[in-house]
C-alpha cells in the first residue's frame, strides 16, 4: 500500500515564525503537492513537484516556498508566518501521468498565532 | 476556469438508503475524475477514478459515472450503512492539476 506522511498532525506557531512542513512518500512517486484545506474553499494546490528539485507554482503560492531535495520528501515552508495561513495542509503523491491517482497523507492542522 | 461544485453539501439519510452524490464540472475537457473520500480531520482516500474514456466504475457498494459532454459524475452507494459518514469529495483533472470540489458531508443514521 502506498503509504504519505507528514511530520505532524497538529502545529502552532506564532506570526512571523518560519515554518517548515515535511511530507515523504514511499512509493518512489514522481509527482508530489501540497495544498491547503479551508472550509468553504475546498482544496486550493499550493505548490507542485513533477522530480527532484523541480517546482511548479500552483494556485496560491504566494507566502510559501518549496523544496525538493530527494524524491521521496517534499517540503513545504512558510517563510514568515501569518495568521490567514491558518489551515489544514494536505501532501499528496502520484506516479506521472494523466490519469493516475493522486494518494494523499493524513493532513497537517495549523494553528498561526 | 474549470470549476468544480458538489450538491447538496450536505445530507442525512437513514442507515439501508441507497443515495447518489453529485458532481458537476464546467470544462469538459478533462482526462479523469476522481471521487475522494474524507474522515473528519483526516486526509484523503481514493474511492474511484474514471478516465475520461470510461463512462463508470465500481467497487464493492459504490458506483461512480462520469457523462463528459453534460459535465456531470455521480457516486451512487448502495445500501448506506453509518460507517459510511464521511465527506465526500470529487475531483477533476486535465494534465497533473487536480480541482476539487468542497464536497458533500454525508451522515448515515443508525
Known amino acids: 500500500d502506498v503509504k504519505v506522511t507528514q511530520s505532524s498532525r497538529y502545529l502552532v506557531k506564532r506570526t512571523g515564525e518560519k515554518v517548515f512542513l515535511e511530507c515523504v512518500q514511499d512509493?518512489?512517486?514522481?509527482?508530489m503537492f501540497w495544498y491547503r484545506q479551508d472550509p468553504g474553499l475546498g482544496l486550493r494546490l499550493i505548490y507542485f513537484?513533477?522530480?527532484?528539485?523541480?517546482?511548479e507554482k500552483g494556485d496560491i503560492p504566494e507566502g510559501y516556498s518549496v523544496s525538493r531535495e530527494k524524491k521521496e520528501r517534499f517540503s513545504l515552508i512558510l517563510e514568515s508566518a501569518s495568521t490567514n495561513q491558518t489551515s489544514m495542509y494536505l501532501c499528496?503523491?502520484?506516479?506521472?501521468?494523466?490519469?493516475?491517482?493522486?494518494?494523499f497523507g493524513p493532513g497537517t492542522r495549523l494553528l498561526v498565532l | 476556469k474549470q470549476e468544480v461544485t458538489q450538491i447538496p453539501a450536505a445530507l442525512s439519510v437513514p442507515e439501508g438508503e441507497n443515495l447518489v452524490l453529485n458532481c458537476s464540472f464546467t470544462d469538459s475537457a478533462i482526462y479523469n475524475l476522481q471521487w475522494f473520500r474524507q474522515d473528519p480531520g483526516k486526509g484523503l482516500t481514493s474511492l474511484l477514478l474514471i478516465q475520461s474514456s470510461q463512462r463508470e466504475q465500481t467497487s464493492g457498494r459504490l458506483n461512480a459515472s462520469l457523462d463528459k459532454s453534460s459535465g456531470r459524475s455521480t457516486l451512487y452507494i448502495a445500501a448506506s450503512q453509518p460507517g459510511d459518514s464521511a465527506t465526500y469529495l470529487c475531483?477533476?483533472?486535465?494534465?497533473?492539476?487536480?480541482?476539487f470540489g468542497t464536497g458533500t458531508r454525508l451522515k448515515v443514521l443508525a
Open positions: 513537484s513533477y522530480d527532484v528539485k523541480m517546482k
Open positions: 512509493m518512489d512517486h514522481e509527482n
Open positions: 499528496a503523491s502520484s506516479f506521472q501521468g494523466a490519469v493516475e491517482t493522486q494518494y
Open positions: 475531483a477533476v483533472a486535465r494534465t497533473y492539476k487536480y480541482i
